[in-house]
Each structure stands twice: as structure tokens, then as C-alpha cells.
């Protein structure tokens, strides 16, 4: 969201000049405490020498990195107060740290006893400055909520009695909540208890509603508690690929995932996948990229002989090129080595099948052994895809498959994976049908991602794959 990118450039700048005001006032600090030890004789000198303004070009940039690990960008229009406090304090203490044993333990040999002092300075100077600073500007940004200025646009989907409760546990809590309500959705066999004037329509036109009203999130407040009757609504509201939340229910109190977004707050759950923590999904891409620069260099004379072979052996491209779906459903090419003879799809697209006699000899041997999937490595490095998640389709069996199963919607929350779930338990399909079926370890997968899972999963990958059985 454009929004988001405002408030994190806003907070990173604040933050940078945070940082470097903490850095300056701790080299003054520094100097008048422990000023035997720094062979300076002025603090002027002190402050300009060579190292000082080298330390002061980089560490704003340290400390920055820091805060995008510890995940303070992520969500800027959700923060308040008391995340703030936690946030600063806890990044403030590694990042304290970090540059304590790295830059200033060695400067004062002889006397073990300054270090505690010089600590307790770095640590409490940049805390005091970081913090204060996100207290105005996260304060700012706690007024334009309560004044319905700025925050997450939801919609309440439901019009009767859940929908009026929860719009007046809204209004209660305003001052404490992210979601700025845009109105309700009618559900038809609801007797409407809100106002007419809030009734922006029925479900046949939430997707002009969510256009016109610019909407982010979804919260379901229906009477209905029948969960055959929430299944059948969600897969309606899948297809718009938002935030979608509900009001707690007595069973939810023990079986549900729960969030509160402030102790203020209206207490909701998540009726989607929950992404991976920002330290985690730092880590993942640090990984994909990690990986796929050292396969793509490592097997590069194999890479060489693959494509001298498939050269040989018919006529046609070394790799092959597809269109495929990937994260928030962006088009983006897919590379695989050619494992069939030219223009086998002359007709428009065709699953392959175990004995398709499209595919060439050497063809079914790279897929016996997952070869043919090699060039993906380059996809994975553009972060088109990564190492671990649901796999990519075409946008023609996409469509076919969301008809089945609209809830299918769901996987374009994350990257698209040379390996999956799907594949290390179900293996290929060759089908619509069998498609589908797939899909449910996808969504167990979206349900219990980790970096774990994920390496559980690249594992698992490897079994089928040396012993000739990943076609």
C-alpha cells in the first residue's frame, strides 16, 4: 500500500536522525566520563577525527538494519504506544550489543571497570532519543485514528446483530484500533439491526464497494454460526485476496487463533494464513538468494551438459518458457530445461501425464530427477519464486481451479516454490481434479509456515528425487 510506504519512509528517516543525535550525544558522554582514557584533548577533536566521522556515516545505516530485523517497518499504520516501548527496547539492547563488542570494547584495555558505564550510556542515550522520537510521530499518528484520518478501511461483512455489537465495540475503541469502519455488508437472510445510512450493498457488489472505499481488510459479524454456512461465505470472500477477520464466538475462546491489535482493542481472529514474522521472512529470502547463487555457480557444467543434450537429442529452445501466477497473482516467466519435443501444445495448454509420448527420452529422465526444474534457481535469485512454497500455474488452470475450490485464492498470499508441501505428499498432478486435491497440503503449509517447515520440506524433497521417482 502506497500508505504504508509514506509511514515507513517517514519512520526510517525519523529514525536515522534519531540515531545519529543518540551517537553525537553518546561521544559527549563518553568523553567528559571516561575522558583519561581517549587521548584527546578537546572534545572538538574528539568528535571530528577520522574514525567519529566514520562511525557517524555508518551506524545510522546499522541501526536501520536493525529495526527492519526486528520487524519495526512491518504494519507502520498498526502501531501505538506500548509496541513502540517493547520494539525499541529490545532492538536497542542488540543492536547496543552488537556495537559495544565490536567497535568500543578494545578502547579501554586497562580499565575494566568503564566498560559498565559506557554501556549503561549507549544503551539509555539511544533508547531515550529512539523512543521519544516514535512517541511524537506514533502519537501523530494515534490521533489521525481516532479522528478516522488514517488506518486499515475494513468492512463489516453482516448487517444484523453481531454486525451492530461489534460496530459499537468499534466506536468504543476507536482511539485504540488501527480499522477505521467504511460500513457493512448486507447478508440476506439477516434482519438488519444497523443503520441504513451505513449499508453499502450486498455481496453481489463487494467488489465495487471494496474499489470505491479502498478496502484492506474484511470482518465477518454474522448471526450465523453454522460452519457449513461460514465455509460457503468465506470462498465468496476469498476471491478478493484482503485481510479477512471475525468476531470471537464461545468455541473460538479455546480452538481459534486470537489477536488483539492494542489492549484496547476489539479482540478479532484471523480467518486467514498468518505470514512468516519479518526477522523470518528476512531470513527465507537470505536463504533463497544464498542458495540459488551458489547452485546456479556450483552447477553450471552440469547446467552446460543438460542443454548440450537436449540440443542433441531434438530440435527446439534448451529452456522452456511459461507464463505462470505468482505472489498477489503478478504474471512472471518460469525456466525449466525443455523436457518435450516442440510445440507440443498446439492446441492450447495440456497437463502432461506419467507416459505422455510428448516428452522426449532424456526429457523423462531430467524429470525423473527433478533436473528439468534446475534453471528456476535464476527465478528464485529474481524473487520471482522461492526454494519452499505452493507451486505456480498457469493463469487458464487457475481459473479452473478456483470454480472447484475458490479458497485456492489463498496461495498468492506468498512466493511460489520450486518444491511444496503439495509436492513432497502428493507429488504431480496431471488433472483439475488432482490439482485440488493438492491443494489441501498447500493450505497446511500456509497454516504452519516456518522456517522449519521449510527446511522439513527441502528434505523431504530429496528422497524422491535420488532415488529417480520426481517425475
Known sequence: ??????????YAILDYIATLAAWQLFNIYRFYEVRSTVYFSSLNDFLMNTKAYLMSAGLPLFWLIIYFYFGYYAKPRQKNH??????????TLAGSLIIFFVVIINDYPEQYTLYYRVFAGLFLIHFFCTWFVRFLQTSRLLNLHAGGKLGINVLIVGSGREANKLSRQMQQTRNGSAYVLKGFVRLGYEEQEVP???????LEELKTIIDEQHIEALILATDQQDSDYTEGLLKKLYVYRLDILSTIHKQDLLFSNITLYSL?????????????????????????IL??????????????????????ESAGPVLYRQERLGKDMKPFTILKFRTMYARSEPEGPLLSSL?????????????????????????????????????PERRYYMERIVERAPHYHLIYRVKPGITSLGMVKYGYADSVEKMVERLEYDLIYLKNQSLLMDLKILLFTFKPIALGKGI
Not at 1 to 10: A, F, G
Not at 269 to 280: A, G, R
Not at 292 to 309: A, D, I, N, Q, T
Open 291 to 312: 542458495v540459488s547463487v551458489l547452485g546456479l555457480l556450483v552447477l553450471s557444467p552440469l547446467f552446460l551438459f543438460l542443454s548440450l543434450r537436449i540440443r542433441l
Open 264 to 288: 484496547p482493542g476489539v479482540p478479532l481472529k484471523h480467518l486467514i494464513p498468518v505470514e512468516l514474522k519479518p526477522w523470518e521472512q528476512i531470513l527465507k529470502r537470505s536463504a533463497d
Open 196 to 202: 441504513d445510512k451505513e449499508m453499502l450493498g450486498g
Open 82 to 91: 506500548t509496541s513502540d516501548l517493547l520494539s525499541t527496547l529490545f532492538s
Open 1 to 10: 500500500m502506497e500508505k504504508d510506504k509514506k509511514y515507513i519512509l517517514r
Open 355 to 391: 507416459n505422455d509420448e510428448r516428452i522426449t527420452p532424456f526429457g523423462r529422465f531430467m524429470r525423473r530427477y527433478r533436473l528439468d526444474e534446475l534453471p528456476q534457481l535464476w527465478n528464485v535469485l529474481k524473487s520471482d519464486m522461492s526454494l519452499v512454497g505452493p507451486r
